[in-house]
């Protein structure tokens, strides 16, 4: 018997975006919240019986009463769908956490116990087994998930880190092989702002939009929208299908952003609008209407033309829905020209020695020498 599920987590609504500028933040604050509906529309118009919301729903310490009843209204609007949410580091229960403070529609259960809770569905074979966090660190792994019922479909929904680099992870570090040991047939995962799915053969792979993977012990669905800068490629959610011993899932994209770095190279551009031209021929218009972009900048410029950069940059932006940029290029300075100029004084010397440097060094170190090579010559060549 296969049933049929979303998955979401690590909304983080009401997150401050402190990195962007206000008004970019207040539609970013907004697009989580309308990404959020467009799921529970989803669900709804799929009949999903099943929606697991995988912890840090939202941000504890920002997060109003007027956001979560909308929240609470949304949820109450897809009656059809039992809501399953285990609450995260983020968004973790205390004494006044809306959690426990507020009348959540009948449809939704919350794990809010930091020990392992087991629902049983009655008219469906899954049974649902999830716990809350109640502190914003968890260094110790003690889940106990108790016997399990082998002619159910078990399912975990559970916020930790099962991508650790250590053991000494303060967010829950959860190993593989206790998954497995838990004898879940599937574990719905929060914490990771990627989406990963973990197979009981020990292979973790990450999850693309490429379709659907079948076999799957557990799988974090990622951020529903990316959160920073590093949060780059596609986010969404999962959909899949629950059967007995495994489960088969796919990511659906649905942010309505996505995080977006580029390099461009500027090297030959010989005026502003030649830069300009560079920049806006990297993406399409509609593309720059709704991305959140950081463009690197490399090559060789005209020392004058390099010096424009920031009023290029400026004329730009209303091209754009979100830039920020990182100038790594360079001033196009004649070597030889300036050495020969300055060969009895200290910027003379300055290039010899930068040349000696460079004609040891290799790869990696090569770039840095050059990278300060035309920096110290733009600081030593301004007027006094």
């Not at 009348?103 to 087994?129: A, G, K």
């Not at 990450?206 to 079948?214: E, K, M």
């Not at 090579?373 to 733009?378: K, S």
Request: charged share 20%; net charge negative; with cysteine.
């Amino acid at each position: 018997m296969q049933i049929p599920f979303m998955q979401i987590g690590d909304l983080h609504i009401a997150t401050p975006f402190k990195s962007l500028p206000s008004f970019i933040a207040r539609q970013r604050r907004q697009d989580i919240i309308d990404t959020l509906k467009a799921v529970l529309k989803m669900a709804e118009d799929q009949h999903i019986p099943l929606l697991f919301i995988t912890g840090d729903l939202f941000e504890n310490e920002y997060i109003t009463r007027p956001v979560i009843a909308d929240i609470s209204r949304s949820f109450a609007g897809v009656a059809g769908t039992r809501i399953f949410i285990s609450p995260g580091n983020h968004d973790y229960v205390h004494s006044r956490s809306f959690y426990i403070n507020w009348p959540w529609p009948p449809n939704v259960h919350i794990f809010t116990t930091p020990s392992i809770e087991r629902i049983d569905l009655p008219d469906m074979p899954i049974s649902v087994y999830g716990f809350g966090w109640d502190r914003p660190e968890i260094y110790d792994n003690c889940i106990d998930v108790g016997p399990t019922d082998t002619s159910r479909i078990n399912v975990a929904v559970i916020h930790g880190d099962a991508l650790m680099q250590s053991s000494s992870s303060p967010y829950l570090p959860i190993a593989i092989q206790q998954m497995i040991g838990w004898h879940m047939d599937y574990v719905a995962l929060g914490h990771i702002h990627r989406p990963y799915a973990f197979h009981a053969s020990g292979h973790i792979q990450p999850l693309d939009a490429t379709g659907s993977i079948t076999d799957v012990l557990a799988a974090y669905a990622g951020s529903i929208e990316p959160l920073d800068s590093s949060e780059t490629g596609y986010h969404g959610i999962i959909s899949g299908r629950l059967d007995k011993n495994a489960a088969c899932i796919e990511l659906i994209p649905i942010a309505k952003r996505r995080y977006i770095n580029a390099t461009i190279s500027l090297d030959g551009a010989q005026t502003s609008e030649d830069v300009a031209k560079r920049i806006l021929d990297s993406d399409s218009p509609q593309n720059r209407s709704f991305n959140l972009y950081t463009l690197t900048f490399t090559g060789r410029l005209d020392p004058q033309l390099k010096q424009s950069m920031a009023d290029i940059i400026d004329d730009l932006k209303e091209q754009y829905f979100s830039i920020s940029v990182v100038d790594q290029t360079v001033p196009d300075y004649d070597l030889e020209y300036i050495k020969e100029q300055h060969r009895d004084d200290i910027i003379g010397r300055f290039i010899e020695y930068m040349e000696d440097a460079l004609n040891t060094a290799a790869g990696d170190q090569q770039q840095v020498l050059r990278h300060a090579l035309y920096m110290g010559l733009q600081a030593l060549l301004q007027d006094p």
